[in-house]
């Protein structure tokens, strides 16, 4: 009801504002940008929300959230984290999907994963005061240094779904936004937690290009070398929606502390 009332007079705001109304005007079409916070009175609603991509392009947690994003990502409910529990039950539902496909033979059919917080996580970052669980805005130098000690963790039980498409006969491609020279400490990285192999590691190797759209023109030079993405699975919509190649099936790993 609350939030009838609040839409009704923001669309008030907007008609008195305009002499003529928008015809395409709806308010659940808005873009997030600049208006985050304005309808966030319930943090479980705003995550949910953002999960669905119905909330987008924020840039940061909004402050009355904080807290609720660090019980969220550390405060074990039975006994793992919610978080921990959200990353699982996808999992589970994409080793269900595994089960009912299969590479075709003498083709480059592909399970696609994402890096970070979809392979190797970065909540040990976020939980830095510098970070604040998403709460202050993305800083990239204090990001790279968290890269470079290669120490992340893995990102609970994607291990699973990653072995299993492996075992398959798919191929096994990882694309990210990280840059190409980073590739020892990321490489190290993954062994250190359990990805012994893989087909191909694509990192950021033009240095000026939006990851989105790195990642769009990569998925379709994928497809052009003949690697169909079958599964993919990502923390990010852009990893999901944007361009070709981006899977029969799309798997969105949860993520409460930031959207890009
Ligand atoms: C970003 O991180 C770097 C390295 O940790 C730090 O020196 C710098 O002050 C930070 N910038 C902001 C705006 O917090
Ligand atoms: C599969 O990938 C390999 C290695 O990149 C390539 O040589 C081969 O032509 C590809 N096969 C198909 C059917 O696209
Ligand atoms: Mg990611």
Do not use: H
């Not at 923001?10 to 395409?24: F, K």
């Not at 694509?202 to 994928?222: H, V, W």
Request: glycine residues 6%.
């Amino acid at each position: 009801m609350k939030l009838v009332i609040l839409l009704l007079i923001s669309a008030t705001a907007l008609l008195a504002a305009n002499a003529r109304p928008d015809p395409d005007f709806n308010p659940i079409r808005l873009r997030s940008e600049g208006r985050v916070g304005a309808f966030v009175n319930n943090c479980e609603s705003w995550r949910l929300a953002s999960e669905v991509n119905n909330f987008r392009s924020w840039k940061v947690v909004p402050e009355q959230c904080v807290d609720y994003v660090k019980s969220y990502m550390t405060v074990e409910v039975g006994i793992q984290t919610q978080y921990e529990y959200d990353v699982g039950t996808v999992v589970l539902e994409a080793i269900e999907y595994l089960n009912t496909v299969s590479p075709a033979k003498g083709k480059n059919d592909t399970w696609l994963f994402d890096l970070t917080d979809t392979l190797l996580s970065s909540l040990p970052y976020y939980s830095r005061p510098g970070a604040n669980y998403g709460g202050n805005p993305f800083n990239e130098t204090a990001f790279n240094e968290y890269i470079k000690e290669g120490n992340s963790p893995l990102v609970p039980n994607v291990n699973y779904l990653y072995k299993d498409a492996q075992e398959k006969g798919f191929k096994i491609v990882i694309l990210s936004g990280i840059s190409e020279d980073l590739r020892p400490v990321v490489e190290a990285n993954l062994n250190k937690v359990g990805f012994a192999k893989w087909d191909k590691l694509i990192l950021k190797y033009k240095p000026g290009m939006p990851t989105k759209d790195f990642k769009a023109s990569e998925r379709a030079q994928l497809k052009k070398d003949g690697f169909k993405v079958i599964g993919n699975v990502g923390d990010q919509w852009s990893d999901l929606l944007t361009g070709t190649n981006a899977g029969k099936r799309a798997f969105k790993i949860p993520n409460a502390l930031y959207y890009s």
